[in-house]
């Protein structure tokens, strides 16, 4: 009985979850919890009582997004090659944001954050920061087994490797044009991308 009760609780989360995806990236922060219930065929006191506030639904959805988008590798255990890691979550996180989802939330949050100050934090904190903190934590772990001796700030280096990963095809994206690059330009993009972050901070070049 318990097992059936948290599984349709777990399914109208999802539906929830899933409305407010579709209805943050395409109406952005303005649209009303009322109309997220109503697009996930439930109701207001639903919403409400898995989602004390709009902020925490926001929130919670950029995570979700971020995890279904497979980021949210368990880094910290991780016993394959360095260069292998962060080569599929630079093509993971490179994909993400050229979904149209990621774009239209990234763009939304630009257009809305005069009025709604709120949105721009909530995005900072759980899409850039948390991948910032996620990849300068692994990092840390690379330093300490020896194989990036010539890093000396992992904050910075993972600013810089994000950075680099968007390429052209992200930036163009997000100015509503296609780079042209297909799926094979991009991957051998964000591969040397890793490569020249490793070798420049020291990573073995026998482990390639």
């Not at 979850?17 to 009303?32: D, N, P, R, T």
């Not at 207001?44 to 639904?57: E, N, P, R």
């Not at 759980?126 to 904050?155: A, M």
């Amino acid at each position: 009985m318990t097992t059936r009760i948290s599984q349709r609780k777990e399914k109208k989360r999802q539906q929830i979850l899933s409305a407010a995806v579709e209805l943050f990236s395409k109406q952005g922060y303005g649209i009303s919890m009322d109309a997220i219930a109503e697009h996930a065929n439930v109701s207001k006191q639903t919403v409400y009582a898995h989602f004390s506030s709009k902020d925490q639904l926001f929130e919670t959805c950029i995570i979700e997004k971020c995890i279904s988008a497979g980021l949210e590798l368990d880094l910290e255990h991780e016993s394959r090659a360095a260069h292998i890691v962060l080569r599929e979550f630079g093509w993971l996180f490179q994909t993400m944001l050229l979904g149209e989802e990621a774009r239209n939330a990234f763009q939304n949050t630009v257009r809305q954050s005069g009025t709604h100050p709120e949105i721009a934090r909530i995005f900072l904190e759980q899409g850039p920061i948390r991948n910032i903190n996620r990849i300068s934590s692994y990092l840390d772990l690379l330093v300490k087994r020896g194989e990036l001796p010539l890093c000396d700030n992992t904050d910075s280096a993972a600013m810089q490797l994000l950075l680099m990963l968007h390429g052209r095809a992200v930036y163009w994206a997000l100015l509503g044009f296609d780079s042209g690059e297909d799926a094979e330009t991009r991957r051998d993009y964000v591969y040397s991308c890793v490569d020249l972050f490793l070798r420049g901070y020291g990573y073995p070049t026998d482990r390639f």
